[in-house]
C-alpha cells in the first residue's frame, strides 16, 4: 500500500516566489500519475516535496496515512529518478545499484539477488560489471530506473527522466516505463513538460499552469473534456483549433457565428450554452471560443454530405504537410486559422479554396472572458 496525499500544499521560495499554490491531490496505491505543464509551471517543485528536498511551506503531506512534512527524505520510502540520473561514472553498473543498498547495510547476499533481479527486470544483466562511462544514454537510464528499483520503495517519483534521449529512445522507454509499472504494481509519480509522454504512460495526468492544478483526470477524458482553453490546448498534438465568435439565435436554433460563417450547435450543447448566459444579441454581445480537433475537421466528400447542413465552411489552404498516414491540412477561414488532420488521399492543395465541415459532436465551447469550459 502506497497512497500519497497533498492536502492544501503551498510553495514559497525565499524571495517570495510562489511556485506552487493550493495543491490538493489524492493519489492511489500502485497510480501512475503524471505532472505535466509548461516550464515553470511548479511540477519539479511539488515532486522534491513529496521526496523531502524541499520544504513544504503550507498544507500537509502524507504517504500511506501518515503526515511526512518533517520526515527526513531517507525516512519516506520513496525512491527517485532524476533527469541527469546522477549515477557515478567510474563505479560499475553493480555497484551503482548496489550503492544505496549498501549504505543501508543490507547484507551483501541480499543487496546480489535485488540487484540481479531488477538487471534482469531491465535486461542489463550482461553489463552488471560496465563502468558507467562505457554506457550509452539509453543504458545510464535503465541503470538509474535499477538503481532505485532495488531499493524496492513504496513511491517512485521521476523528474523528466527521459529528457536526455534522443526522440527514437524516447519513445522507446516510454513503453519499457509502462510496462515496469505494469510489472512493479508501484505508485509512480512522474513529471514532464511533454504532453505526449503524460498521455501515452498516465493512468491520471495533473496539468499544471503557473503554480496551480488546472485538472486531474485520465488522458481520454483530458482529451474529450478539457475543463478550459488552456488544458484544451496543452493536451493534443496539433492543438485543438479555437475560433473566437458568438452564439447566435436564428429561429428555434442557435448557431455558432464568426465573420460571416456560422455553424449550428447541436441541441444539448445549445441548451448549456442558453442556461449559462452566453447567448449574444443585437444588444449584448458575449465573445465565446469554439474548440475543434484537427481530427474533427474533414474536406472528404462522404463527411461533408453528413454535415453540410450544419457545419459547412469555406477555407483557403495555406500549406499542406504529407507525413505518409496522414495529412494536415494549415487554412484560413475568415481571420481564423483551422488546422484538420485528414486522409492521405486528399487533393487539396496550397492556395485552394475549399469546403471543408465540422463534426457538430465534437465541438468544444468556453468563455471568452474567464476560458472556462461551457460545454463539457
Ligand atoms: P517546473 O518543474 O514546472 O519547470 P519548477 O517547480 O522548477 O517548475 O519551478 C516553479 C517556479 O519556482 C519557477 O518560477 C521557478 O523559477 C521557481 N523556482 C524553482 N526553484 C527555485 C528556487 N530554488 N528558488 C527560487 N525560485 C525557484
Do not use: W
Not at 56 to 78: C, F, H, Q, S, W
Not at 249 to 274: C, E, M, R, S, W
Not at 297 to 325: C, N, P, W
Not at 336 to 362: E, M, W, Y
Amino acid at each position: 500500500m502506497a497512497s500519497v496525499k497533498l492536502k492544501d500544499v503551498v510553495k514559497k521560495y525565499p524571495g517570495g516566489v510562489i511556485a506552487v499554490s493550493d495543491f490538493n491531490l489524492d493519489i492511489e496505491d500502485k497510480e501512475f500519475i503524471i505532472f505535466v505543464g509548461p516550464s515553470g509551471c511548479g511540477k519539479s517543485t511539488t515532486l522534491r516535496m513529496i521526496a523531502g528536498l524541499e520544504e513544504i511551506t503550507e498544507g500537509e503531506l502524507y504517504i500511506d496515512g501518515k503526515i511526512m512534512n518533517d520526515v527526513a527524505p531517507k525516512d519516506r520510502d520513496i525512491a527517485m529518478v532524476f533527469q541527469n540520473y546522477a549515477l557515478y561514472p567510474h563505479m560499475s553498473v553493480f555497484e551503482n545499484m548496489a550503492f544505496g543498498l549498501k549504505l543501508r547495510k543490507t547484507p551483501k547476499n541480499e543487496i546480489k539477488k535485488r540487484v540481479q533481479e531488477a538487471a534482469k527486470i531491465l535486461d542489463i544483466e550482461h553489463l552488471l560489471e560496465r563502468p558507467i562511462k562505457a554506457l550509452s544514454g539509453g543504458q545510464r537510464q535503465r541503470v538509474a530506473l535499477g538503481r532505485a528499483i532495488v531499493r524496492e520503495p513504496k513511491v517512485f517519483l521521476m523528474d523528466e527522466p527521459l529528457s536526455n534521449l534522443d526522440a527514437k529512445l524516447r519513445v522507446q522507454m516510454r513503453t519499457e516505463i509502462s510496462k515496469l509499472h505494469h510489472k512493479l504494481q508501484t505508485t509512480i509519480i512522474y513529471v514532464t513538460h511533454d504532453q505526449t509522454e503524460a498521455m501515452t504512460m498516465g493512468t491520471r495526468i495533473v496539468v499544471m499552469k503557473d503554480g496551480f492544478i488546472q485538472q486531474v483526470d485520465t488522458p481520454t477524458r483530458l482529451y474529450d473534456k478539457p475543463c478550459n482553453v488552456f488544458v484544451a490546448g496543452f493536451i493534443g498534438s496539433p492543438q485543438m483549433n479555437m475560433i473566437t465568435g458568438t452564439a447566435e439565435k436564428i429561429d428555434d436554433d442557435l448557431y455558432f457565428k464568426f465573420g460571416t460563417q456560422k455553424v449550428k450547435i447541436p441541441a444539448k450543447k445549445a441548451a448549456k450554452i442558453i442556461d449559462q448566459g452566453f447567448v449574444s444579441d443585437e444588444d449584448v454581445i458575449k465573445p465565446i471560443i469554439m474548440g475543434i480537433r484537427a481530427e474533427n475537421v474533414h474536406d472528404e466528400q462522404m463527411y461533408i454530405d453528413m454535415f453540410k447542413d450544419e457545419a459547412l465552411l469555406t477555407a483557403t489552404v495555406d500549406v499542406v504537410e504529407r507525413l505518409g498516414s496522414e495529412t494536415f491540412l494549415y487554412m484560413t477561414s475568415e481571420e481564423s486559422i483551422i488546422v484538420a488532420k485528414v486522409n492521405p488521399r486528399s487533393t487539396a492543395a496550397v492556395g485552394d479554396t475549399i469546403q471543408i465541415v465540422l463534426d457538430p459532436n465534437r465541438f468544444h465551447f468556453f468563455d471568452k472572458e474567464t476560458e472556462r469550459t461551457i460545454s463539457n
